[in-house]
């Protein structure tokens, strides 16, 4: 059956043997004033507070950032650009809209949104999506020599946190950061983030196939159902099929889908929550851009 997600053998991450390589995010992020850099603009003591227009009741943080400066780091767009979210009244410093271009503020430690999306304001957070080949571990090292996703990362492998995991012979989507209390909501089943997978199947895919998965299967440890399901193709006794749900078990799909009567042969994460696997090749990465870490923040109340 052929598929249209680009694919690469078992254990090779790109068809070819080669490390990872980052892309660019598949969305883009709010343009910047075409003619201002982002590194351009006032410094930070060439603003005088007396001058400010507004007041707010906002704390400013002793030898904190300038919110410009911090949202112009953080990727926003340039100087200019973020100072007139700033007067628009587009921006929130834990939880209070604040209009003065100099208000100094803590991005280790507080939380600033744009248009009601948190961003990750500190520098130090990274956030990248993996296209996970199968024959990869989901984990950083393995005693018994196998490829592992820090072969895939290289020298950002130990400071990250892997979201969920992934069969050893699973393809797809995997979601990495160093924001632990992101990474931790994003895979705790309480907050019910989804997860969509294509699998191909064998057996003749009757039509009530959804009405059982949707209603629930009986598993040894217990039902499970699926929050979506449909047929993308039938080949003979093969199909391909794409199933949705927040469920976090072990081998849950595979799980599914055998106790249906069909067994999988091939199975791909192509989507976690709002990011998707998109055209990202296999073995490859790219950092998410800052709209889509706002809607992770977003899908898991943060």
């Known amino acids: ?85 700033i007067g628009a009244g587009r921006v929130e410093v834990d939880g209070e809209i604040v209009r003065r271009f100099g208000a100094r503020v803590d991005p280790q430690q507080q939380v600033i949104r744009v248009d009601g999306r948190r961003i990750p304001a500190s520098e130090d957070l990274v956030y990248i999506a993996l296209n996970k080949p199968a024959g990869v571990l989901t984990s950083m090292s393995d005693s018994r020599g196998r490829a592992t996703m ?28 160093n924001d632990g209390e992101l990474a931790h909501r994003l895979a705790h089943p309480r907050f019910g983030v989804p997860k969509t997978y294509l699998a191909e199947v064998t057996g003749t895919v009757p039509r009530d196939l959804a009405r059982q998965l949707l209603g629930g299967i009986e598993l040894e440890d217990g039902v499970a159902s699926a929050d979506k399901f449909r047929v993308i193709e039938r080949l003979g006794t093969r199909a391909l099929v794409e199933i949705t749900l927040h469920e976090g078990r072990k081998h849950i799909v595979r799980r599914m889908l055998a106790a249906a009567g069909h067994p999988v042969t091939r199975l791909v994460r192509t989507q976690v929550g709002p990011i998707a696997l998109g055209s990202l090749r296999p073995g490859t990465t790219r950092e998410l851009s800052v709209k889509e870490i706002g809607d992770l923040y977003a899908a898991v109340g943060l």
């Open 150 to 177: 820090a072969d895939l990362l290289g020298d950002v492998a130990e400071r990250l946190f892997h979201v969920g995991r992934l069969d050893y012979d699973t393809e797809g989507l995997m979601l990495l950061m």
């Open 1 to 85: 059956m052929n598929w249209t997600l680009v694919m690469s053998p078992a254990g090779r991450p790109d068809g070819r043997g080669r490390p990872a390589q980052r892309g660019r995010p598949d969305q883009e992020q709010p343009l910047p004033d075409p003619d201002q850099e982002i590194g351009d603009g006032a410094d930070d003591d060439d603003w005088d507070d007396e001058d400010e227009q507004e007041r707010d009741s906002l704390t400013d943080v002793p030898g904190g950032v300038r919110l410009q400066k911090v949202l112009a780091a953080a990727g926003i767009g340039s100087r200019r650009y973020c100072e007139e979210l």
